[in-house]
T-cell receptor, first 116, second 108 residues
Framework: NAGVTQTPKFQVLKTGQSMTLQCAQD?????MYWYRQDPGMGLRLIYY???????DKGEVPNGYNVSRLNKREFSLRLESAAPSQTSVYFC???????????????FGPGTRLLVL | EDQVTQSPEALRLQEGESSSLNCSYT??????LFWYRQDPGKGPEFLFT???AGEEKEKERLKATLTKKESFLHITAPKPEDSATYLC?????????FGTGTSLTVIP
């Protein structure tokens, strides 16, 4: 049981390049999320997917696209990277149980992205 | 505007010196208040979820409480291994609003 996995761990891009960050979870969770974490800003939600086949914007979606490939996988794409997208990106998954008290959220180890 | 504020930003404690971390929130329709621990270079680790004012949850030396405007994370007799950044987040359904965290250092 690996939990939430992310690839790659590190990436350096030049301005204008594109890349896809991959995320997978093996906990059979319906909801998945992409966050970015910047010093002094805290974690900010980029996109989320409440269930397979659905995606919605979070607080900071500009410059990103997402795909919920299946229940396990949720990818984040930067079409034309900018220096402002230098950050640590975390994927998370969660499950809201049938009764209160069973709600949890698990994070992956993160992808550190540097855009030059 | 939905907002979560944590204080203090940083806290240094002697081993065994108990203290509390604060998480103030102003969100529309709080569904749950989440607490996490984050070690350097790692993803946040889930600790607790609280749902209603007056609720308390405990895990080892940590106890989280919730009021209508704030949540507190009480650390009793901390040990050096409790050193980490503690994050709180307000959930309003599928949106999570995080605070910037409290960096806790426990000195032996």
């Amino acid at each position: 049981n690996a939990g939430v996995t992310q690839t790659p761990k590190f990436q350096v891009l030049k301005t204008g390049q594109s890349m896809t960050l991959q995320c997978a979870q093996d906990m059979n969770h319906n909801s998945m999320y992409w966050y970015r974490q910047d010093p002094g800003m805290g974690l900010r939600l980029i996109y989320y997917s409440a269930s397979e086949g659905t995606t919605d914007k979070g607080e900071v979606p500009n410059g990103y696209n997402v795909s919920r490939l299946n229940k396990r996988e949720f990818s984040l794409r930067l079409e034309s990277a900018a220096p402002s997208q230098t950050s640590v990106y975390f994927c998370a998954s969660s499950e809201f149980g049938s009764s209160l008290g069973q709600e949890t959220q698990y994070f992956g180890p993160g992808t550190r992205l540097l855009v030059l | 505007e939905d907002q979560v504020t944590q204080s203090p930003e940083a806290l240094r404690l002697q081993e065994g010196e108990s203290s509390s971390l604060n998480c103030s929130y102003t969100v529309s329709g709080l569904r749950g208040l989440f607490w996490y621990r984050q070690d350097p270079g790692k993803g946040p680790e889930f600790l607790f979820t609280l749902y209603s004012a007056g609720e308390e949850k405990e895990k080892e030396r940590l106890k989280a409480t919730l009021t209508k405007k704030e949540s507190f994370l009480h650390i009793t007799a901390p040990k050096p291994e409790d050193s980490a950044t503690y994050l709180c987040a307000a959930n309003t359904g599928n949106q999570f609003y995080f605070g910037t965290g409290t960096s806790l250092t426990v000195i032996p």
